[in-house]
């Protein structure tokens, strides 16, 4: 599969989108997220290919109207549907993404697939997997860049760095952020969110979907008069010693969530408050964690949108 091209050449005319809007975000239903309980996954699905990009083990079905999901076992599987929720809520554009237990798929054997064999628990059921929904009214036509963009200065983009930050997205990189094509509009998003929910760092030291690590991760790392920086990958683990030169490069990522200005910050903070405790609880069940999990997550998301608000 040839992946798209970073910047890719878009129609002038058209316009950029990186926010819109949410409107009442109070009303806003966390559970099913941006695709609302229409497009909820049901029924059985066919398998029809395996993906091999990516870290990540991935494999397309397709329902029984004819819609096509990308369906994603693993570790990232409850963390990325979580995540896509609360960009959702405060207006950033979003995968319609959907955890699901247990997913039937005609066709699939732990033989079908060269990755994540050991998410199929039987011939034709995978366990644990988030299924995100590619509607027809919505093509990829690219990738984009956090440092060449058209939105360069804005409280949106700025907006958008520091909710990497609140998420510890550790994986932030032009591959993940995604152009589309809607209804005659381009709409940039963050298209992959997995590595999210745990401890910030390299591939090396990082973690993800870990509570205890999520809690105890460091959010503001410093602030002046004029701006904050958020903490992204942090200070090196022992282990990350051992790879000194991969360390340094990761390390330049830590610059997306640095220099955001106090008022922009502030902004993207009063926008998280409106959410209610039951809005952040029901961002996690949806995405299968247990009741204590939820509440755990719940309760270290508010004390960080708490710390936004201070600023």
Not at 158 to 171: C, E, H, P, Q
Request: glycine share 8%; net charge positive; with cysteine.
């Amino acid at each position: 599969m040839q992946r798209p091209k970073v910047n890719a050449a878009l129609d002038r005319n058209e316009p950029r989108l990186i926010w819109s809007s949410p409107g009442h975000i109070a009303s806003r239903d966390l559970f099913y997220g941006p695709g609302g309980a229409q497009h909820a996954p049901s029924g059985t699905f066919k398998f029809l290919e395996e993906i091999t990009s990516g870290a990540s083990p991935k494999f397309d079905v397709e329902d029984e109207l004819g819609m096509r999901w990308r369906v994603k076992p693993g570790p990232e599987a409850r963390p990325e549907t979580a995540a896509t929720r609360l960009l959702w809520a405060v207006g950033y554009f979003a995968d319609e993404d959907y955890f699901v237990p247990e997913l039937r798929v005609k066709g699939l054997k732990k033989t079908t697939l060269a990755r994540g064999q050991m998410y199929v628990i039987r011939d034709g059921v995978i366990a644990g997997v988030r299924v995100e929904r590619h509607g027809k009214d919505r093509k990829k036509v690219g990738n984009w860049d956090w440092r060449k963009n058209p939105f360069a200065g804005t409280r949106e983009l700025n907006g958008l760095r520091v909710m990497m930050a609140l998420l510890n997205n550790s994986d932030i990189k032009p591959i993940n952020n995604a152009i589309y094509a809607v209804n005659g509009q381009y709409h940039y998003a963050v298209s992959d969110l997995g590595a999210t929910f745990g401890r910030p760092g390299t591939a090396l030291s990082q973690s993800k979907d870990d509570l205890f690590d999520y809690r105890k991760a460091r959010f503001i790392a410093k602030t002046t008069p004029e701006d904050v920086h958020f903490v992204l990958i942090g200070r090196p683990a022992p282990v990350d010693v051992l790879f000194w030169p991969l360390y340094l490069k990761q390390r330049q990522r830590e610059n997306i969530v640095q220099n955001i200005p106090r008022e922009h910050a502030r902004w993207l903070g009063g926008l998280l408050s409106q959410l209610s405790t039951k809005q952040l609880h029901d961002c996690f069940r949806a995405a299968g964690y247990m009741p204590e999990e939820a509440e755990g997550y719940t309760v270290a998301l508010k004390q960080r949108i708490a710390q936004l608000n201070r600023l």
